[in-house]
């Protein structure tokens, strides 16, 4: 998928529509249209990179920009105090990833099980 079939990029583009939480110049936070969790929140990079495979070294600094933005929001919307929150990345089909930008899912606000599904 290039970048002008992608949906997350046509959101950050705004030819697309997204309830937007959180930006900034690297990424942007939005709220998972079907969501899996009182809170389910989605933090998109600004730059298109289809999925955690395809990151390299210089792309680091972004990552880690991603789980400290997701760490932020998630400690917004009250989910650091209220028993804490999941980050995930869908890496491929297998892992359930539907969309072929990378992005972190960042839900809460009910109890978590361990195996995920
Ligand atoms: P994944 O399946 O890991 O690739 O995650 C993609 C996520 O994007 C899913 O949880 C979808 O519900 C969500 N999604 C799809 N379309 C939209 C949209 N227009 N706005 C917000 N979230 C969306
Ligand atoms: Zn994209």
Redesign the pocket.
């Known amino acids: 998928m290039n970048e002008t079939d992608c949906?997350?990029c046509k959101?950050l583009a705004g030819s697309?529509?997204?309830?937007v939480i959180y930006q900034d110049n690297r990424c942007v936070v939005?709220?998972?249209?079907?969501?899996?969790a009182p809170t389910?929140l989605?933090v998109v990079p600004r730059e298109h990179m289809e999925s955690l495979d395809d990151a390299s070294p210089k792309d680091e600094s972004l990552l880690g920009h991603l789980l400290r933005i997701s760490a932020r929001v998630a400690y917004e919307h009250g989910l650091s105090e209220s028993g804490g929150y999941r980050a995930?990345?869908?890496t491929g089909s297998g892992?359930?990833?539907?969309?072929?930008h990378l992005?972190v899912?960042v839900l809460g606000g009910r109890e978590m099980t361990w195996p995920p599904g």
């Open positions: 949906l997350f959101i697309a529509a997204a309830d939005i709220r998972d249209i079907n969501p899996q389910h989605l995930v990345i869908n892992a359930g990833q539907s969309v072929l992005h899912h």
